[in-house]
């Protein structure tokens, strides 16, 4: 049963800054209900699967403050989904505001200690810097900037973070996947993958691509977005959204639990835009609306279609390690397809490839690849003596010979699925609450992350 208190304001929204007011929290604990979640301004189905599942340490009221309108209600028709399914229901109970002073009346009413996010891009920089000011911790969907302005309002944020003693973090699910942690893990082993190699801006060493769709089924249900979520001003070039987490997948799996400085270590060597057409049929099925709203005008053709820049590829030297990042957004996946990712991970040994297309029914296998000589019955018993290794971790895992490569076989166990990563998220966001620290790479990670994202947007715009 949701309860609802509905606020009525007619002042102007204003991103007050009240840490100075603020004790600073107390440290966690692990003890049941201890963590008081609020949700704030929540416009992306992201929002909800944070709750798709319980935690014991999270207390089930969790205190919503948003505008009125289809975002927040969409937010909570899908919490209550999860609430009212057959098969092992939550028991959210959403404590709501609306009114055009949420930010405001949530920093007032201090009724959380963690601040979740997942809405309007445009608007998330700002209050991330707002609730950190407050003394409140914030876990962030991606992107957490959009743009090189944003860049430097969020070092503002993490700076405040660190002053008041509190952890801001985003949602990197990418990191959960078992094809992409197997990747890293044997990319570490010497026997089989060697080194890896530096690669050029031509032949990268490391690529990462993935193909996405505006509209696709959510929780069994047909998604519906948000119109703003096709104006690049509020959502993000693509450039800056989906390229956040292959830029993570870079960092974290070539240089594992190592910080990196933005400043000195990262030079972006070429980026580059382009759009998706979306007809007007294609929006109104995707948002419900018969009508592209006022602010979308800039961004239509002669045509009468929209053209909306999430596409965009980013080459780039990460220390001595020449990287290619690439999103694109389909309107629709082909019958029996969905998202896709593809990955390369270059060694002296091996190239590790992660692969998603037709071939493999649209769901991602890992093949272990012997580059030149370095096959023969050697190579084959030290891939399968690392399998075995990994296997003490993830029983079941398999090897069999495709060729001249190798497909890591996984159990369906193992493949719990995208929404489901979100929960991973969390529950390792509330060890680090426990913790009282983040793992000390994370922040300057982040960083260089966005300033990634950021700076090869400002590149790709000015050509």
Known sequence: MFRTLKGISTGVLTLCIIGSCVPKESRFTGAENEVKLVTLDPGHFHAALVQKTM?????????????????????????????????????????????SDYLDKMLNDKLGNVMVTAGNNGKKTAYIKAVVDAGINVLSDKPMCINIEGFALLKEAFASAEENDILLYDIMTERSEINSILQKELSLMPSIFGELEKGSAENPAVTKESVHHFFKYVSGNPIKRPAWYFDTDQQGEGLVDVTTHLIDL?????????????????????????????????????????????????????????????NGEIIYRLKDVHARVSVVWNYQAPSGGGD??????????????????????????????????????????????GIDNLAATYPGLGLEQKGDSWWVI??????????????????????????????????????????????????????
């Open 55 to 99: 935690y014991n340490q999270v207390d089930p009221a969790v205190h919503v403050y948003a505008p009125e309108g289809p975002d927040v209600e969409n937010y909570l028709q899908q919490v209550e989904g999860y609430n009212a399914r057959a098969d092992d229901p939550t028991r959210w109970e959403a404590q709501v505001y609306l009114g």
């Open 250 to 310: 870079v960092q974290w799996g070539c240089f594992p639990e190592q910080s990196l400085d933005y400043q000195q270590d990262i030079e972006i060597l070429s980026a580059r835009r382009w759009p998706t057409v979306i007809t007007p049929a294609q929006f109104e099925k995707v948002t419900r609306l018969s009508e592209f709203p006022d602010y979308l005008t800039k961004d239509i053709g002669n045509d009468g279609a929209l053209r909306v820049y999430a």
């Open 340 to 385: 896709t990712h593809f990955s390369i991970m270059r060694g002296t040994k091996a190239n590790l490839v992660i692969r998603q297309g037709a071939e493999e029914n649209y769901k991602p296998q890992l093949y272990v690849e012997p580059v030149g000589d370095a096959g023969g019955p050697d190579f084959e018993g030290a891939l399968r003596d």
């Open 410 to 463: 996984i159990p369906d166990e193992y493949r719990i699925g995208h929404e489901a990563h979100f929960g991973q998220v969390m529950e390792r966001y509330l060890q680090y609450l426990v913790d009282g620290k983040l793992p000390d790479w994370e922040v300057p990670n982040m960083l260089a992350k966005y300033y990634t994202t950021t700076a090869a947007l400002q590149l790709a715009r000015s050509q």
